[in-house]
């Protein structure tokens, strides 16, 4: 194995020495080639080009005797050597010899071709797009940036020419801070359920955002306890726990507010603070003050009075608890003098069903009413355990708008009624595919010896590296970016490197070891569930066909006109470590010396929806959608949530969210037709 393996090796370096090389014929005869010529793809590189959003630059070279060096020297106040120097960068740079490793990745991050690339090629293109809305960001006044481009080929031969940019920057208005549906220079009552909804527009982008409170209720060792203060700028949050205090409230922060020309938050949330705390006639004042990138700014100062009467009975008041994953809320409620049976009802806002909350009686005169999901009616996995899916309409959930109501003796009581939004859902990291990137691999042909393979593509930074697939160093075709509309999506197609490998792309990472030709897929990703899901959504479209006597592989029972179908699953996990799965050459030679059963356990499949809970810990909740015929274009797909465990959540810092998308179902078996394809794109929670 191990001289079949060094052979193969010798082989694919000799086939790579031979493409990478001129033949005779590539030589001009009688002379010296001609010297490198440099051009802007559909442009003039001589003149000076405006830069403007969304703009294209392409660079092509032609070097008839093989380029020895290719200097880019950037002259530019936004590009300075402190930020250049901050991304692994330089403002000299060789793309033939670049200076150190890490300039390299950050030329290829970049998109630029470097070394063995770049040295001794005849023809080159490469795309300083990119750089443009750096150069707007980091500096945005009007100015001049230059990209002087030296290439020498290898007759010592050398061509300069200098990209010129130039960034007009328009002076814009004023920061405008209104409140939405009312007059932000007026007084405004506190009344419960009201809407304080303040919208911002900065044309020139917003640098500071200060919010001063001066307010009886909300001192500042009351907003001490929430992590906030008296002051604070939601586009620079003091500290983490001010910013996730601030997020908790429903205020952008950070990147949502900085450089954001157009922004809307909402400050309801502090008014019943300020009823509940300070009971008292007084005035409460929120002081806001929004500096944008040109130095302009602007100040308002909203002003609340709350009057305190006689209670007013009976009382409804939302206690702002919502728990997005246990899907909770509750109700105080204060009787007072009403008669009969009281009842909270709520339903999502547009809706036409209410549904009732379980009330508890205090017995002080108050009852709470809480709101708690449903589950349907449960089934038996087959490890033996339930498992149960959500009923619609019980709980609340993330990303919508409750209406609540006060009933007696199932009648609605007027004047006690009121809405509160949950917040958001949660992303799921770079799930609109449209973020690709490729970066080295690695593999290890005998213990010890580790080497990179560059050019794997994934969906995702690869300092992030949230998904991943099966690319390595022979197979780099197995998961792949597609244009789709305006965007990107994946494709997901099998080859074969001696045994079938199916198209693939899941969260977590792979490792090749070319020791045993094998690879492991290591499902699994620390992801924060902070809110409960019902269900995955995403969009597919595929081809399937049946596997084929040639396609086989290793799976037990396969039939050649058995549909190869595709598969698509999602897990809820709480593990201690990734769950590795097993493929390759090494499956073959296990089967034949030791048998089937031998050959699974190398393997360690895992089927979420026939197997027990792993090793690695418990599976929470699991869907999965096989796809058992080819569709004509892009279809929509909402893979449905079976939970087994209705009270667990995953604990902070675990492995828990599992996404796998396979060409083949049984890919791992390495069965499958390689004719199969899949794109998948536009992952998303639903609730």
Not at 218 to 236: K, V, W
Not at 654 to 674: E, K, P, Q
């Amino acid at each position: 194995m191990k001289k079949f393996f060094g052979l193969f090796l010798c082989f694919a370096a000799a086939a790579t020495v031979f493409s990478g090389c001129n033949s005779d014929d590539d030589k001009i005869d009688g002379g010296t080639p001609d010297a490198p010529v440099i051009k802007l793809v559909n442009g003039d590189i001589d003149a000076v080009q405006q830069i403007v959003t969304g703009m294209t630059v392409k660079v092509q070279v032609a070097a008839p005797g093989g380029i020895a060096s290719f200097l880019i020297d950037i002259d530019s106040p936004a590009l300075t050597p402190e930020e250049l120097g901050s991304l692994g960068l330089a403002a000299q740079m060789d793309l033939a010899n670049p200076a150190s490793e890490e300039m390299a990745a950050g030329l290829k991050a970049l998109g630029f071709p470097v070394g063995a690339e770049v040295k001794d090629a005849t023809s080159l293109e490469f795309d300083l797009s990119r750089f443009m809305p750096m150069i707007a960001a980091i500096y945005p006044e009007t100015s001049d940036h230059n990209f002087k481009l030296t290439v020498r080929d290898n007759y010592n031969q050398q061509t300069v020419k200098t990209l010129r940019f130039h960034l007009t920057v328009e002076e814009f208005d004023a920061p405008a801070i209104s409140l939405v549906d009312g007059d932000i220079d007026a007084v405004h009552e506190i009344e419960q359920g009201m809407q304080v909804k303040v919208h911002v527009e900065a044309p020139a982008g917003i640098a500071n955002f200060l919010i001063d409170i001066d307010s009886p209720a909300l001192t500042p060792e009351e907003l001490g306890s929430l992590g906030l203060a008296a002051q604070m700028d939601l586009a620079n949050p003091a500290s983490e726990e001010m910013a996730s205090g601030l997020k908790t409230l429903g205020f952008p922060v950070g990147d949502e507010v900085k450089n954001a020309t157009s922004l809307e938050f909402d400050l309801s949330r502090f008014m019943p603070m300020i009823a509940a705390i300070y009971p008292e006639t007084s005035d409460h004042n929120f002081k806001l003050t929004v500096k944008d990138i040109q130095s302009k700014q602007t100040v308002k100062t909203l002003r609340f009075r709350l009057t305190v009467a006689e209670p007013v009975d009976p009382v409804l008041t939302y206690n702002a608890d919502a728990d997005l994953w246990a899907n909770t809320a509750s109700f105080t409620v204060t009787r007072g003098s009403l008669q009969g049976d009281l009842g909270v009802q709520y339903r999502v806002s547009g809706e036409e069903r209410w549904y009732d909350a379980v009330m508890e009686d205090k017995g002080d005169g108050t009852s709470i009413a809480r709101i708690a999901p449903e589950w349907e009616e449960s089934e038996v996995h087959p490890s033996g355990v339930s498992v149960t899916s959500l009923l619609r309409g019980y709980g609340v959930f993330a990303g919508k708008t409750y209406e609540y109501r006060l009933v007696a003796d199932s009648q609605p009581v007027d004047g006690l009624a009121g809405t509160f939004q949950t917040e958001a859902g949660q992303a799921i990291p770079y799930g609109d595919m449209n973020t690709w990137a490729e970066y080295n691999g690695y593999y290890t042909p005998e213990p010890g010896d580790t080497y990179a393979y560059p050019g794997v593509s994934y969906p995702c930074p690869q300092e992030e590296a949230f998904w991943g697939n099966g690319n390595n160093m022979f197979t780099k075709t197995l998961c792949t970016s597609a244009e789709e509309g305006e965007g990107k999506c994946a494709y997901l197609k099998g080859m074969s490197f001696g045994v079938y490998a199916a198209g693939n792309l899941f969260t977590g990472k792979f490792d090749f070891v070319g020791a045993e030709l094998s690879g492991y897929a290591r499902f699994g990703q620390v992801y924060a569930f902070e809110a409960r899901p019902r269900a995955l959504r995403l969009r597919y479209k595929a081809t399937v066909n049946p596997i084929g006597e040639e396609g086989l592989g290793l799976k037990p029972g396969a039939s050649a006109t058995d549909i190869d179908e595709g598969r698509i699953f999602v897990c809820i996990t709480d593990w201690s470590e990734r769950h590795s799965v097993c493929s390759g050459l090494i499956l073959s030679g296990i089967q034949q010396e030791q048998g089937t059963d031998a050959m699974i356990e190398k393997m360690n499949p895992f089927d979420p929806v026939t197997d027990a809970d792993p090793a690695e810990g418990k599976v929470i909740a699991y869907g999965s959608y096989n796809i058992t015929q080819s569709t004509t274009g892009w279809v929509d797909c909402e893979i449905k949530l079976m939970y087994k465990d209705t009270e667990a959540r995953p604990a902070d810092g675990r492995y828990s969210l599992v996404i796998s998308c396979a060409s083949s179902a049984f890919g791992d078996y390495l069965c499958g037709n390689m004719g199969n394809e899949l794109y998948v794109d536009d992952f998303q929670w639903v609730y």
